[in-house]
């Protein structure tokens, strides 16, 4: 069955930069819009960034647009989040998912069919 792993969380200062990676097994990468979520205590799930399928279309959640930026290597299976001026508001466990033939009309938890166990991103003031 196909996973999808997340690395490259931590503590950060605000202002400061992280780079996040997610790696999904699928042999059929391609075809997955790819999004990265987060959720904070006591808040449910928010959409963050997504990537579509074909790599044509971004969409960011506003509080990050501008700040952060989807990217995906079909050949190394992998989509990255790179996540600047950060701010402790950001803190928070990271996810990323899969959606085939996803099309990032929004951020659409629901038709995420494939998730990682996540990877936790603080940001101290």
């Known amino acids: 069955q196909a996973q999808v792993v997340e690395s490259g969380g931590g503590l950060v200062q605000a202002g400061g930069s992280l780079r996040l990676s997610c790696t999904f097994s699928?042999?059929?990468?391609?075809?997955?819009?790819m999004g990265w979520f987060r959720r904070t205590p006591g808040k449910e799930r928010e959409g963050v960034a997504c990537?579509?399928?074909?790599?044509?279309?971004?969409y960011y959640e506003d509080s990050v647009n501008g700040r952060f930026t989807i990217s995906r290597d079909n050949a190394k299976r992998t989509a990255d989040l790179q996540m600047n001026a950060l701010k402790p508001e950001d803190t928070a466990m990271y996810y990323c998912?899969?959606?085939?033939?996803?099309?990032?009309?929004?951020?659409?938890?629901?038709?995420?069919?494939?998730w990682g166990q996540g990877t936790q991103v603080t940001v101290s003031s």
């Open positions: 998912a899969a959606d085939l033939w996803g099309k990032c009309i929004g951020i659409p938890e629901g038709d995420f069919g494939w």
């Open positions: 699928e042999s059929n990468f391609e075809d997955y819009a």
């Open positions: 990537i579509s399928y074909n790599g044509a279309t971004t």
